[in-house]
C-alpha cells in the first residue's frame, strides 16, 4: 500500500508546486495550446516532427501466437495516432527472433511480417487523421527488441543471458548449468536486428529503435562486465554489438534514420521486504533493495556507482550517448533501470502491480530521477534530441510539467506511456486548448501491468470501456482494493 499522498489530493497547481519544489522541480501555472512550448515543430534531418509530444512504445500481450497483430493490437496503434502526438516512439517491442519474445502473445518477426506491419503503420495513420491531423509531419518508428533474460515465448522462462547474475539469475529462471549467448548467437541475434530494420524502412517507417532499456538484451550488455571475449568487459566490448547492429543497418540503408531507448542509468534489483509480495491482508508490502554488503562492490548496472549502487553513474552513459552522436543516431528516448526489478523507478505508480511491492518512495520522487536524467542528458548533448519519460504519474498537473520542461529546453519531447491506454487523447485535446477530462486521467493503479501477469491481455481495465467489460477487470479490481493507498482515487470507486 502506497504511503504517499496521492496527486489528486493536492488542492491546487500552487500545492503541487510546492511539493514540487522540495524535489527541485517546478511547473506551470497555466497550459498553452499549439501556439505554445508543446506545439512547437522540430526538424529532424529535414523532416518536421509537428509537436513535442511523443507515444512512448507500449505492448498489449495481445499478439497472435504466431506473432502477428490482432485487433486489439491495431486498436491501440489506432489510438497511439488518434492521440495527436507527432512522434510515435515505437509503437511497441517487436522482437527480431521468435525466441526473444518476452511472452508468448509479443510482436515478432514472422513470415507475413510485410503485412502485419503495413497494417500497424497504416492504423497509427488511420488514428491520426480520423483526429483531423494531417501525417505530414507524423514521425512513427518500429521499436526492435530481444528480451534476453526475459524471454518467454511459449509461457513459462527461456532466458538467453549475455552473462550470469547473481540477483537476477534466480528471478527469471536462469540456472547455474544456463549457458550465456555464445559470440555467434549474438551475431545471428544481430543480423535478425538488421533484417528487422530493413523490413520497417520498407514498409514506410521513419526510424527503428533499437532498444537498450529496461533489462533486456542489448541493455544487459551494456553492463557484461564480467563477460569474456568481443562482446563484454570494457566500454568497447560491451557495446560492440549494438555497433554491429548499427554498422549494419548503415551498410543496406545509410540513410535510414535510427534511435535509441536507453536506461540511461539502472537500480539495483528490488523486491518486497519479508519475501511475499502481499501480506496476510491482502496489503502490498513495501519494497526494498535486494543488494547486501556481500554484493558490493555491484558489477552488474549500467550507469551506477558499483560502490553506492544506489547512485548514478553517468560517465559510460555519456560515453554511449557520445558513440550515438558519432554515429548520426540523435533520438533518444530516455528511461530507467527495469519494469521487472525495479518497477517503481520505471513506471512510478501509487498502486503497484500484482508480483511488485508498495513503492519505496514518493512515486513524485521516482518521477523527477526521470525528470533529472533527461535534463543531465539534455545539457551533456543539446544537439541530440531526448524524449523524456515517467510523465504518467503526474496526472492532473502532466501538461503544466511537460510544459515547463519543453519550454526551460530540459526535453525536447514529453514521451507519455499508461496516459495513452486510458486517455489517448489527452496531448490533443492540450494542444487544442481543451479543458483536460480528469476522469479518464490514469491512476496508476497497474491493471495494465498486472493483467498480463495472470495471462490476460494489457488493457486499462479500469477507465478504457473496452476493457472494462472484459472478465478479466473484476478479478484485477477485486485484487486491487484490498491494497488501496489511503487516500482512495476520485473515480475508481
Ligand atoms: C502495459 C505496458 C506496456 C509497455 N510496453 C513497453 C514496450 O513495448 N516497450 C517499452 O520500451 N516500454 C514499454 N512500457 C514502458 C512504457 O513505455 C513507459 O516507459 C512506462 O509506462 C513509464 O511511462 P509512463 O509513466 O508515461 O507510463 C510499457 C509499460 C506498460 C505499463
Ligand atoms: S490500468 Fe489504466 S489507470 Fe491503471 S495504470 Fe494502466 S493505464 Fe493507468
Request: aromatic share 8%.
Given at each position: 500500500?502506497?504511503?504517499?499522498p496521492?496527486?489528486?489530493?493536492y488542492?491546487?497547481?500552487?500545492a503541487?508546486r ?27 534531418r529535414?523532416r ?10 507500449m ?19 489506432r ?8 512522434l ?42 480520423e ?16 528480451s534476453?533474460r ?5 509461457g ?32 545471428g ?12 524502412r ?50 543496406s ?21 519479508g519475501?511475499?509480495s ?9 519494497g ?12 552488474y ?32 528516448n ?20 500484482s ?38 504519474y ?5 501538461p ?19 496516459l ?20 479518464r ?5 497497474s ?6 501477469r ?17 472478465a ?15 487516500n ?6
Amino acid at each position: 500500500m502506497s504511503e504517499f499522498p496521492l496527486v489528486s489530493a493536492y488542492k491546487d497547481v500552487d500545492a503541487f508546486r510546492a511539493r514540487l519544489a522540495e524535489l527541485g522541480l517546478d511547473c506551470d501555472r497555466r497550459i498553452e495550446d499549439a501556439g505554445g512550448p508543446l506545439g512547437q515543430p522540430v526538424v529532424h534531418r529535414g523532416r518536421t516532427i509537428g509537436n513535442r509530444w511523443a507515444a512512448h512504445p507500449m505492448e498489449g500481450w495481445d499478439g497472435t501466437p504466431g506473432g502477428q497483430p490482432t485487433e486489439l493490437t491495431l486498436r491501440r496503434w489506432r489510438n497511439f495516432g488518434r492521440s495527436g502526438a507527432k512522434l510515435i516512439w515505437g509503437g511497441e517491442a517487436y522482437a527480431v527472433t521468435e525466441d526473444g519474445r518476452a511472452n508468448p502473445h509479443q510482436l515478432c518477426l514472422n513470415p507475413n511480417s510485410r503485412e502485419d506491419l503495413t497494417a500497424l503503420l497504416a492504423a497509427v495513420r488511420a488514428g491520426h487523421r480520423e483526429a483531423g491531423l494531417t501525417t505530414d509531419d507524423l514521425y512513427c518508428g518500429l521499436q526492435l527488441t530481444h528480451s534476453g533474460r526475459w524471454a518467454r515465448p511459449r509461457g513459462a522462462p527461456a532466458p538467453r543471458i549475455p552473462q550470469h547474475h547473481p540477483l537476477l539469475d534466480r528471478r527469471s529462471g536462469v540456472l547455474d548449468t544456463t549457458s550465456p549467448l555464445t559470440d555467434g548467437e549474438l551475431e545471428g541475434i544481430a543480423r535478425a536486428f538488421v533484417d528487422a530494420a530493413l523490413l520497417a524502412r520498407e514498409v514506410g517507417f521513419d526510424f527503428v529503435d533499437i532498444k537498450c532499456c529496461h533489462g533486456y538484451l542489448l541493455h544487459e550488455l551494456l553492463a557484461a562486465r564480467q563477460r569474456p571475449g568481443p562482446y563484454g568487459g570494457d566500454l568497447a566490448g560491451r557495446t560492440a554489438l549494438f555497433r554491429r547492429i548499427v554498422s549494419g543497418i548503415r551498410a543496406s540503408v545509410p540513410d535510414f534514420d535510427l534511435g535509441v531507448r536507453l536506461s540511461l542509468y539502472d537500480c539495483v534489483p528490488h523486491a518486497a521486504q519479508g519475501g511475499a509480495s502481499h501480506d496476510a491482508g491482502g496489503e502490498a508490502r513495501r519494497g526494498s533493495s535486494e543488494l547486501t554488503g556481500e554484493h558490493l562492490p555491484y558489477e552488474y548496472g549500467f550507469g551506477i556507482n558499483p560502490h553506492f549502487p544506489a547512485e548514478p553513474d553517468l560517465q559510460e552513459p555519456f560515453q554511449f550517448l557520445e558513440l550515438l552522436r558519432e554515429n548520426d543516431i540523435s533520438l533518444v528516448n530516455i528511461t530507467l533501470g527495469s519494469p521487472y526489478y525495479c518497477p517503481h523507478l520505471q513506471r512510478p505508480a501509487s498502486w503497484p502491480p500484482s508480483d511488485g511491492y508498495a513503492p519505496p518512495e514518493d512515486p513524485l520522487a521516482s518521477v523527477a530521477a526521470h525528470l533529472r536524467a533527461t535534463r543531465a542528458a539534455k545539457a551533456a548533448f543539446p544537439d541530440l534530441l531526448f524524449v523524456g519519460t515517467g510523465y504518467t504519474y503526474l496526472q492532473e498537473y502532466l501538461p503544466q510539467v511537460a510544459q515547463y520542461e519543453v519550454r526551460a529546453g530540459h526535453t525536447d519531447f514529453v514521451g507519455i506511456g499508461r496516459l495513452l491506454l486510458s486517455y489517448p487523447e489527452l496531448p490533443q485535446h492540450t494542444l487544442a486548448g481543451r479543458a483536460l477530462e480528469n476522469k479518464r486521467l490514469c491512476r496508476t493503479f497497474s491493471d495494465c501491468t498486472s493483467g498480463p501477469r495472470s495471462g490476460e491481455v494489457s488493457g486499462c481495465y479500469p477507465l478504457d470501456p473496452h476493457y472494462r467489460s472484459m472478465a478479466a477487470a473484476a478479478p484485477l479490481r477485486a485484487a486491487r482494493s484490498r491494497s488501496s493507498p489511503p487516500n482512495d482515487s476520485p473515480h475508481d470507486k
